[in-house]
């Protein structure tokens, strides 16, 4: 019975410990897979569109949250080239939220100075989900706060096929000799190619897995997973595994 008091005074004293997060050494670009939504509405009782609803509110929270911190890029992954694969209904609703969020929330994301910016394989989006977020990057493309980039119909290996391609095409044609590749002629052709790598890369609802994201991007990021289902995932959260980043010693490969 004391044990569990002792335990349970611990877990308060951890809920309640002030998050410090200092303004140096925020990551400039975290990435983040939005994961739990389905169970969120199980165990409420709730078809599992409702957590991707109440997800898409937490998409908002945590990008104005991300904006004050200063980190300059967050990357959301909100639609898989797997996806597709769930029942037909499920991506019908998933197809419609992009418009939903930004009916709802791109005047204030403007007022943040926000840029909406959108990576995958855009051709294969309904028009409904296609056409407004190409309004929302042309209207937000000279703000120079946090780059929202929306990862949608993205797949990590699809995208490394297509960098393949686009090289390969240019050694075919002459333009490329085999020896010029290397890891920057690699990145220069992928989806990425304007934004620095992922620093800290977080995944909610307890799974640690990559689940086909940004797989050449994250060689090097620090991972933080949280048992947090993505609906309720926070601004608090996010300073957590901030807080936690800065903790970390960052080696890429060598010694301190
Ligand atoms: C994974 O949870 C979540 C998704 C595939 C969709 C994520 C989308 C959002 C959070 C909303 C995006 C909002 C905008 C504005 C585009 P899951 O359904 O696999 O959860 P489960 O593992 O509990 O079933």
């Known amino acids: 019975m004391i044990k569990r008091f002792q335990a349970w005074l611990k877990q308060r004293e951890t809920n309640h410990k002030p998050l410090h997060v200092s303004k140096d050494n925020v990551p400039e670009h975290v990435a983040i897979i939005m994961d739990g939504n389905g169970r969120w509405a199980k165990r409420r009782g709730l078809p599992r569109v409702a957590g991707h609803h109440t997800g898409m509110k937490a998409v908002k929270n945590v990008t104005i949250a991300a904006n004050e911190l200063g980190i300059k890029v967050l990357t959301m992954y909100a639609f898989s080239t797997e996806n597709w694969k769930r029942p037909k209904d499920e991506v019908e609703f998933l197809m419609k939220l992009p418009q939903e969020f930004l009916a709802i929330e791109l005047d204030e994301l403007i007022k ?60 075919l044609a002459g333009r490329v000799q085999v020896e010029q590749i290397d890891e920057k002629m690699i990145s220069a052709n992928l989806l990425t190619n304007h934004l620095p790598n992922p620093d800290l890369l977080i995944r909610t609802s307890g799974e640690m897995r990559l689940s086909n994201f940004m797989l050449w991007q994250l060689a090097y990021s620090e991972f933080w997973f949280t048992d947090v289902l993505w609906p309720d995932f926070t601004g608090e959260h996010l300073k957590e595994a901030v807080a936690e980043y800065q903790s970390r010693h960052r080696r890429y490969g060598g010694l301190q």
């Not at 000279?142 to 990862?151: D, K, R, S, V």
């Not at 995208?159 to 240019?170: N, P, Q, S, W």
């Open 112 to 171: 943040e100075n926000v840029q909406v910016q959108m990576m995958g394989h855009r051709e294969q989006l309904p028009e409904h989900t296609r056409k407004p977020l190409e309004e929302a990057i042309e209207r937000t493309k000279h703000n120079t706060g946090l780059i929202l980039n929306f990862a949608l119909n993205y797949g990590g290996q699809r995208e490394l096929v297509e960098g393949v391609r686009e090289i390969a095409a240019d050694v």
